[in-house]
């Protein structure tokens, strides 16, 4: 069982990883927005964009019931493809996964946080395998266009575990303040 | 002579990598390559000031509150605009967390373990363990029962024959030399302190808004609306709150980080003897006080040489000094032009060739301060505290020498700091200091809200003509500024100078190598095929490269790369 702050149900974190200024790497802080909007979510439910925390992570996995992360994969597909990967690939694919500029990144925090005795009862990544990471790009109209699915899939893996997850009646405009260019909006039709 | 290559360099923040020629077991030779573009700032241009700390804060994924600070103090300094008291403090808490969160993941999860070996906490005595420990410290983690869980842990980790994310370790490298005890001990602070990462993150987010990137600051002061009769804005509760968390931060900084950081100083004497390097100091003068900025309870200055009289104060933020003295040369970097810019007329157009190592050889631009290299950092900041005679430097200074003359009696001088293992006890030094700090602070802002104070903000007005000003931060990692350029209301030029461009500097067009450069040379290297002293001297800087960019990669690329050439 988890250590929980306050004695109520241990959280839920569903937390996007990457930089908005880097183009597709920007898909995880995207995601989790657009989750945020056309979902909402129990209290226990914490939708945080993370930005490139490399090891800081540690302080937002700890001690969570289930952590979904958003971030873009490499990986030889076509740009746009979604993964969802488990703990179990995570671990079995561990000499094969590699964060590319943090060397401490989510599998060496599961193993921090594991050996400490406060790592999250169940992991899941909704991946998206990105086209270009170049700086001050938007994000490419290939991951653009899997966001909706990669967002759907969030609410399933969710739901599939009992968590409180419902799609909003009305939905909320998403904030991409990041889209906002010195000339005005430049926001993606979404 | 054996020429080593460490690409990446692990356990740091971002992309290192360094190149070191190793003969009669030691470093003749160093560079400092960072191996991803750092000009980030170019997105910037023509943006709003009032803004740009939103885009600032995503320079880097982890010293995201840094650079956000920094930007906001940037122009306020170019519109000489003053804030409030209560967003001096709010900010200053801000920091102190940040600071906080920042040393003590370093010291345990960036760099315990060049020094812990944890392959032998086996063979520990717990009953020992819990006594050593108990002599020198109260902290209620040091219990046998606590170390007998820990041991066991890690009993199981290596009884399972997969050390897993510790499988890249240096273990029974001849240059570890803890006893059982103490790395059991160290390791089971280094477990320990992840719940005090977790609770110096919650400072920062309940003043914050939010974790990392916080949502608060505004140009002019903060947006923390204080009303004690509100629930949703900063009340008694929230002060409340955040006093118990800061209450619970400061035993663990100061009788666990603290203390461990003096056992490994005591256990290691001759790391006092390496890693000198660049001995020009820069701090700047942080955690004003007052709405004007002019008293400060972080002092600044400059000390040449490693010689502590030699010491220049930086008053304050409006040191014109600092302003004059600050340049990056370009020679060594992959950039076009040659020789030194000031920031304020800096440009960031790439020009990559190859890693030359006499030519361009890496992303980060060589500042200098009157043409001098200079080290920035913990070490920095307490040299100049020292130097100052700044009491709570001297305290905490004088208790960590103190400290380590009895676990060992080893005599430890200020000169003796500047050194590989001085940047490691200067840092815990540095934040026992904060953690001291942060109640203060906390009592300020109270103290200011209960005598009816409730500004936050003076709002921002922009000139038609051309200003310039320079945000000044003493980071975790040193001497961070932001140099901005306004013009009509727009960003027109935008540089930050980074405590890591500093320090991992290139040489300049004169030759003269940086701070990791020169901090290798004559570091004993014992198996260049395992060159774990050459990551204990680097480490010891805090290295944060740019972190720029963060994905997965599942087809197998390797973790690290350690070429024997």
């Known amino acids: 069982m988890n250590k929980t702050a306050v004695g109520g149900p241990a959280p839920v974190r569903v937390v996007g990883l990457g930089n908005v200024l880097l183009g597709d790497d920007g898909f995880g802080p995207l995601a989790i927005e657009m989750f945020r909007c056309k979902y909402e979510c129990g209290a226990n439910v914490d939708i945080l964009d993370l930005g490139t925390p490399g090891l800081d992570l540690a302080a937002y996995l700890y001690a969570a019931e289930l952590v979904v992360i958003a971030d873009a994969v490499h990986a030889q597909e076509k740009p746009g493809t979604v993964w969802v990967c488990c703990e179990d690939d995570l671990t079995a694919r561990r000499a094969q996964l590699r964060l590319t500029d943090h060397d401490q990144g989510v599998v060496e925090t599961l193993g921090l946080l594991r050996l400490a005795g406060c790592a999250p009862s169940g992991i899941v990544i909704v991946g998206v395998v990105p086209k270009s990471c170049g700086l001050g790009e938007s994000v490419s109209s290939a991951v653009l266009s899997s966001c909706p699915l990669a967002v759907d899939n969030i609410a399933r893996l969710l739901l599939e575990r009992g968590i409180d997850c419902r799609p909003r009646q009305v939905p909320v405009p998403p904030n991409l303040w990041w889209q906002r260019t010195s000339d005005g909006w430049n926001a993606p039709k979404l | ?565």
């Open chain 2, 1 to 565: 002579m054996a020429r080593v290559s460490i690409d990446p360099v692990t356990r740091i923040e971002g992309h290192l990598r360094i190149d070191v020629e190793v003969d009669g077991g030691a470093v003749q030779q160093a560079w400092a390559s960072c191996t991803m573009w750092r000009g980030i700032e170019t997105i910037l241009l023509g943006r709003d000031p009032r803004e740009g700390w939103v885009f600032a804060q995503r320079f880097c994924g982890v010293c995201t509150t840094v650079h956000a600070m920094a930007s906001v103090r940037a122009v306020e300094d170019a519109l000489q605009l003053e804030i409030p008291p209560n967003a001096q403090y709010i900010r200053n808490l801000i920091l102190i967390g940040h600071a906080l969160h920042d040393h003590i993941v370093h010291f345990y999860q960036l760099s315990a373990l060049d020094w812990v070996d944890i392959t032998t906490i086996p063979k520990a005595n717990p009953g020992r363990a819990a006594s050593i420990a108990g002599n020198v410290s109260a902290w209620p983690g040091n219990s046998q029962r606590a170390l007998e869980e820990v041991q066991n842990k890690v009993t199981g980790l290596i009884g399972s024959g997969q050390l897993g994310i510790f499988s890249h370790g240096y273990w029974s490298h001849p240059a570890m030399r803890l006893s059982p005890e103490l790395n059991l001990i160290l390791f089971a602070h280094y477990l320990q302190a992840l719940e005090f990462q977790r609770k110096s993150c919650q400072v920062v987010g309940i003043l914050g808004g939010k974790t990392p990137h916080i949502q608060n600051l505004a140009v002019g002061g903060v947006m923390n609306a204080i009303n004690l009769n509100s629930l949703a804005t900063m009340n008694m509760d929230r002060l409340g709150m955040l006093q118990s968390l800061l209450q619970e931060l400061v035993p663990f900084v100061q009788q666990a980080y603290f203390v461990d950081a003096c056992l490994l100083a005591a256990s290691y004497p001759e790391w006092f003897r390496y890693g000198r390097g660049v001995a020009n100091y820069l701090a700047v003068p942080d955690l004003p006080v007052d709405a004007k900025a002019t008293k400060f309870d972080l002092p600044g200055g400059v000390i040449v040489n490693g010689n502590l009289g030699s010491l220049h104060r930086i008053q304050n933020w409006r040191d014109q000094g600092i302003r004059a003295a600050v340049a990056e040369d370009v020679t060594h970097a992959w950039y076009q032009g040659e020789g030194a810019q000031r920031p304020w007329q800096g440009k960031t157009a790439p020009d990559y060739t190859d890693f030359r190592e006499n030519g361009k050889y890496t992303w980060v631009k060589a500042p200098r301060y009157n043409s001098q290299p200079m080290q920035v950092g913990p070490l920095a900041n307490v040299l100049v505290g020292y130097a100052s005679g700044h009491p709570l430097t001297r305290k905490w200074t004088d208790n960590a020498f103190n400290r380590i003359l009895s676990f060992q009696g080893s005599t430890v001088t200020p000169e003796a700091l500047q050194s590989t293992m001085g940047r490691y006890l200067a840092r815990a030094i540095r934040s026992a200091m904060l953690s001291e700090l942060a109640l203060q602070h906390w009592q300020l802002l109270t103290d200011n809200i209960l005598k009816g104070d409730d500004t936050i903000y003076n709002p921002p007005q922009f000139p038609q003509h051309e200003v310039e000003g320079v945000g000044l931060h003493e980071a975790p990692r040193g001497t961070l500024s932001h140099w901005v350029v306004i013009d009509k209301g727009a960003f027109s030029n935008y540089q930050a100078v980074v405590p890591t461009t500093w320090n991992a500097s290139p040489r300049d067009e004169k030759g003269v190598p940086g701070p990791y450069e020169s901090s290798l040379l004559a570091n004993p290297v014992a198996d260049p095929a395992k060159p774990l002293e050459v990551l204990r001297t680097v480490h010891s800087f805090d290295p944060c490269m740019a972190c720029a960019c963060h994905t997965f990669d599942v087809n197998g690329r390797e973790i690290a790369q350690v070429k024997v050439l």
